[in-house]
């Protein structure tokens, strides 16, 4: 069976159960379970620029012993599928307008996304998949679009 995780709004308990595609991104998935296995709570982030998606972003302290120079790109796009999870890392400085280093773990809620910032085009490896729970995960992400605050914890629920 393959791993997997979840993301729980804590707001309103609502959980989207996401199965990690190993074959496709194994040093994503590798890396990001190493987190997932110590989980993590953020405040999510909805994007601006690229449409339906929300992002859980690494906070510094879960990322020890991971590095996200070792990754690279793999199974990646543009243009994301509703119910894809996806990563991206962005070092210090890589753009003008984003001076710390960010990881984001992105969920796509819904369809015409496509990841776009102020400076372009950019591609992030999709590395899962919501396979339970995306009606009421998305519609908990559409309320983050429009200004409600959300509180997301990502755990792993399988070995």
Sequence with gaps: ?????????????????????????????????????????????HARWSGPEVAALVPPEARAGVDATSIGIENATTYPARGDVCWMH?????????KEEAWDVAFIYDDECRFYIPSGMVSLNVWGKIV??????????????????KTLRLSSISE
């Design 1 to 45: 069976m393959a791993k997997r995780f979840q993301v729980e709004v804590l707001e309103t308990g609502v959980k989207a159960i996401v199965e990690l595609l190993e074959s496709d991104a194994p040093r994503t998935c590798a890396a990001l379970w190493q987190i997932l296995k110590g989980g993590y709570q953020v405040n999510a982030v």
């Design 132 to 149: 339970e729970g995306l009606e009421e995960f998305a519609t908990e992400c559409s309320r983050v679009c429009h200004g409600e605050r």
């Design 90 to 98: 962005r070092p210090a400085g890589m753009y003008r307008f984003m």
